[in-house]
Each structure stands twice: as structure tokens, then as C-alpha cells.
């Protein structure tokens, strides 16, 4: 821990990290895991190597997190329909601490390595896709998918046996279908995010190795053509345009 770093550097974030184990440890139960998460963040910048030897508790904490953010929306894009209508949802106040998780999340390179984090993780974006009607914290989560879609690390050596912490096709594939479910909430600026993303995967499919993945998300491609935004509109048309010849 700290190679490259005085040894002052190094003694001062082993001391972060012990802390930040005793606290994940400490308040698992209770939840009062705001101060180990503030502490990550504003350290890991200068210390990546902490966010890996604290993942799978920053992982167990988004997953509990998105839970009940979730319980407290039930108006999300996903949500199934309510024959009435329904009280406001209480003020969520854990909202800036799952923010701030997935911001963690985003700087951790090796997340998708850790196998007994990968489901949870996985279930946490899912819910927050399904469920969430915040704009902001729900680009939080595009940026998360964007990063594993747009730059997944090389492929592993053949044999290796390992995904090297890439998404695989049909969970690239999944998550870029499911994201489609954000069209319901008419947000110009989730529109530009996700739209952007699926352009560019359309674009360049050898930098972003998509070729397989784009006949499986047409969907995707449907939205950019009929976007209310002129400009993502014809930037679809003309990629549909040029593969007709």
C-alpha cells in the first residue's frame, strides 16, 4: 500500500484503511457507514489501491442502499402501475451517500473481478434503473455502465479462464436494454447520456469491439431515431442512412 509514496504517505493510508475496516465492520448491521465512504472518498484519489482492498464493503453497502432507495420510490420506470395514487415518498436522505457510492464505484478499475461482489453489484444498478425516478443519481449510474460498455479492459490471454473484470455480451447487452426503460421519464439530459453511448457504439464498432452487440440492441437504436433532440436524431439517421448505402 502507497508504493511511490513517502513512507509518512504510506503509514497515513494503512491508518485509513484499518479505519475504514473497523467502521465496515463495526456498523454493518446498523448502517452508519457514512464516514468510512467520505473517508474513501476523499482518499482513494490519491491511494487507488484502497478502493480495491474495500470493494466488496462498498459493493454491500451500494446494494443495501439501492434497496431502500428503491423502497421509498415506487414511481420508477420500472415500477409496476398503481391503481391509485400514492402519498409523496418520505425525504430520502441516504440519497448523497449512495451518490457518493457510486462514484467510488466508477474509480474502481477491478470491481467486476471480485466474484462475490459482481452479483450484488449488478442487482444494486438494476434496482436503481428499475426503480429510481432521481435524474441526477440515475446519471451516476449511466457513467458506472458507461465506463464497463464504452471501455471494457483488453480480453484475457486465450485459456486464461478469467474475464479480466470485463462485462460479458449478454450483460452488456442486458443493461443496455434495460437502460431503454429511462425513455419513460423524459429526460433530456438521461436521453443525451444513453443516446451518446449507444451512438458510439454503433459508430466504431471495432474500438469499442460492438459488433456482435449491436444487432442485440436495436431498441436502443429505435430510441435514437425517434429522439425529441434534432441533432442525436439525425446523427442516428445518418448511421442508418449509411448502412443501407
Not at 462514484?103 to 450484488?120: N, T, Y
Amino acid at each position: 500500500l502507497g508504493q511511490g509514496f513517502s513512507k509518512e504517505y504510506g503509514a497515513h493510508a494503512h491508518f485509513v484503511s484499518s479505519l475504514v475496516q473497523r467502521t465496515f465492520v463495526a456498523h454493518e448491521r446498523d448502517g452508519l457507514l457514512g464516514p468510512a465512504v467520505m473517508l474513501l472518498d476523499a482518499t482513494s484519489p490519491h491511494c487507488p489501491e484502497l478502493l480495491d482492498m474495500h470493494c466488496t464493503g462498498v459493493i454491500k453497502l451500494l446494494h443495501r442502499l439501492a434497496k431502500e432507495h428503491a423502497a421509498k420510490r415506487a414511481d420508477g420506470p420500472g415500477a409496476p402501475q398503481q391503481a391509485a395514487p400514492q402519498p409523496p415518498p418520505p425525504e430520502d436522505t441516504s440519497t448523497p451517500l449512495l451518490r457518493t457510492s457510486l462514484k467510488l464505484l466508477r474509480r474502481m478499475p477491478r470491481a467486476l473481478e471480485v466474484a462475490e461482489a459482481r452479483k450484488p453489484c449488478f442487482q444494486a444498478l438494476v434496482v436503481l434503473i428499475d426503480r429510481s425516478t432521481d435524474e441526477a443519481l440515475l446519471v451516476d449510474v449511466l457513467e458506472v455502465l458507461q465506463g464497463w460498455i464504452l471501455h471494457p479492459p483488453p480480453p484475457p490471454p486465450a485459456g486464461s479462464g478469467s474475464n479480466a473484470g470485463a462485462l460479458s455480451l449478454k450483460e452488456r447487452t442486458n443493461f443496455i436494454l434495460k437502460l431503454t426503460q429511462l425513455d419513460a421519464l423524459k429526460s433530456e439530459e438521461l436521453q443525451r447520456r444513453f443516446l451518446g453511448m449507444v451512438h458510439a457504439l454503433y459508430a466504431d464498432t471495432a474500438a469499442h469491439r460492438s459488433q456482435e452487440l449491436i444487432v442485440k440492441i436495436e431498441r436502443a437504436f429505435m430510441w435514437g431515431m425517434r429522439s425529441t433532440d434534432p441533432a442525436l436524431r439525425a446523427k442516428f439517421f445518418a448511421l442508418y442512412e449509411a448502412s443501407i448505402g
